[in-house]
């Protein structure tokens, strides 16, 4: 089985965990948002660029319904389905 390729732009989307919309309104939770670095006893800023990361952790789940394209405001995500 073929599992759709979701490639996110990591120079248009700078800061996805203070966005969050791609991950709200995945209707399969396809996505899950990691911080780029961890520092003991200090809470990493959602709101600073390049500080967290979206990866597609459960891609087999996707139903390609492209609602995380439509609301992404930076058009940083792609879905390929060949």
């Given at each position: 089985?073929k599992?759709?390729?979701?490639?996110?732009?990591?120079?248009?989307?700078?800061?996805p965990?203070?966005?969050?919309?791609?991950l709200?309104i995945?209707?399969?939770?396809?996505f899950?948002?990691?911080?780029?670095?961890?520092?003991?006893?200090k809470?990493?800023?959602?709101?600073?660029?390049?500080?967290?990361?979206i990866?597609?952790?459960?891609?087999?789940?996707?139903?390609?319904?492209?609602?995380?394209i439509?609301?992404?405001?930076?058009?940083?995500l792609?879905?390929?389905?060949?």
């Open positions: 089985m599992y759709p390729d979701i490639l996110w732009d990591k120079e248009k989307c700078k800061t965990f203070d966005c969050k919309r791609c709200q995945c209707p399969q939770a396809v899950s948002v990691r911080p780029v670095k961890q520092v003991k006893f809470e990493t800023d959602p709101k600073e660029p390049g500080s967290y990361f990866t597609p952790t459960y891609r087999d789940k996707c139903i390609i319904c492209n609602r995380c439509e609301v992404c405001p930076e058009k940083a792609k879905i390929i389905f060949e």
